[in-house]
Nanobody, 124 residues
Framework: QVQLVESGGGSVQAGGSLRLSCVLY????????MGWFRQAPGKEREGVAS???????FYADSVKGRFTISKDNAARTLYLQMNSLKPEDTAMYYC??????????????????WGQGTQVTVSS
């Protein structure tokens, strides 16, 4: 059974840093794309970053230069290093995956597996 488990959220002051982790369980072969999404109160969920293989990662404009997505293939773990955090980064952050693909799809709806979410709160 495929499962995504996130960790690493918390509360931090503006300018601070957090690192999120997401472990992919139940899938040990084949290619896959993983990404981070976030949803702030009253707003739609949005893509933050995604990564496939050794391809250049995708970043939303709002996080470019501040966030870094990376993965450890052997550990099936995805990371999101978040630096220079801003209050507008406050949201529930979700890890997502799409399996057996050759690229990261552009649509959120194509990600078939989701974690439970981890809260990130940035105070001013």
């Amino acid at each position: 059974q495929v499962q995504l488990v996130e960790s690493g959220g918390g509360s931090v002051q503006a300018g601070g840093s957090l690192r999120l982790s997401c472990v992919l369980y139940g899938y040990t072969y084949g290619r896959y794309c993983m990404g981070w999404f976030r949803q702030a109160p009253g707003k739609e969920r949005e893509g933050v970053a995604s990564i496939y293989g050794d391809s250049k990662p995708f970043y939303a404009d709002s996080v470019k230069g501040r966030f870094t997505i990376s993965k450890d293939n052997a550990a099936r773990t995805l990371y999101l290093q978040m630096n220079s955090l801003k209050p507008e980064d406050t949201a529930m952050y979700y890890c997502a995956a799409v399996l057996l693909v050759g690229y990261c799809p552009p649509r959120e709806a194509d990600f078939g597996y989701w974690g439970q979410g981890t809260q990130v709160t940035v105070s001013s």
